[in-house]
T-cell receptor
Framework: AQSVTQLDSQVPVFEEAPVELRCNYSSSVSVYLFWYVQYPNQGLQLLLKYLSGSTLVESINGFEAEFNKSQTSFHLRKPSVHISDTAEYFCAVSSGAGSYQLTFGKGTKLSVIP | EAGVVQSPRYKIIEKKQPVAFWCNPISGHNTLYWYLQNLGQGPELLIRYENEEAVDDSQLPKDRFSAERLKGVDSTLKIQPAELGDSAVYLC??????????FGPGTRLTVL
């Protein structure tokens, strides 16, 4: 069985400050890892994903996440946040190729303070 | 390309009433998922379809929940009768292959 732990339920941060949203997973097999973002009253949008290859993955809007196999982590970072980044962020894991089961964490609410 | 479409976006009903949610996946996506998202929680899978076949419905409460995907395209999720604890957001997602799921906006259900 696989599981995801998002260590912070809420993260307030001032605009233009850096932020890190933490995610740890457990799985007995190789994994695919995802970060989804959910804006108020909207569905989930894929932010970035790790499938294989480089352990550092980036999104088009400045977020990045690093897959750390030894620490079973996939933390999300952004060097300078904007008001528009205010949303809920979900980390998710699947058991690699051929697996359709996506297990989500409980989410982290990022609040950017002007 | 149109995304996953869900309707209605919001639904308010009284307990013991029936309710149905509709989902139209991204064109060509053969895999369709229904998720339940409780307040303050991540989505949890209810059922997965491969074309018109339900291949994983182990988490679907079959005493009151049912789903169908006729012709392997649109899907309907039904609750009958609804209970207070069913208040949540019901998300539909679709994928082509196994690794990237695309989500709809969800239906927010309130049971009074």
């Amino acid at each position: 069985a696989q599981s995801v732990t998002q260590l912070d339920s809420q993260v307030p941060v001032f605009e233009e400050a850096p932020v890190e949203l933490r995610c740890n997973y457990s799985s007995s097999v190789s994994v695919y890892l995802f970060w989804y973002v959910q804006y108020p009253n909207q569905g989930l949008q894929l932010l970035l994903k790790y499938l294989s290859g480089s352990t550092l993955v980036e999104s088009i809007n400045g977020f990045e996440a690093e897959f750390n196999k030894s620490q079973t982590s996939f933390h999300l970072r952004k060097p300078s946040v904007h008001i528009s980044d205010t949303a809920e962020y979900f980390c998710a894991v699947s058991s690699g190729a051929g697996s359709y089961q996506l297990t989500f964490g409980k989410g982290t609410k990022l609040s950017v303070i002007p | 390309e149109a995304g996953v479409v869900q309707s209605p976006r919001y639904k308010i009903i009284e307990k013991k009433q029936p309710v149905a949610f509709w989902c139209n996946p991204i064109s060509g996506h053969n895999t369709l998922y229904w998720y339940l998202q409780n307040l303050g929680q991540g989505p949890e899978l209810l059922i997965r379809y491969e074309n018109e076949e339900a291949v994983d419905d182990s988490q679907l409460p079959k005493d009151r929940f049912s789903a169908e995907r006729l012709k392997g395209v649109d899907s309907t999720l039904k609750i009958q009768p609804a209970e207070l604890g069913d208040s949540a957001v019901y998300l539909c997602a679709s994928s082509l292959g196994s690794y990237e799921q695309f989500f709809g906006p969800g239906t927010r259900l309130t049971v009074l």
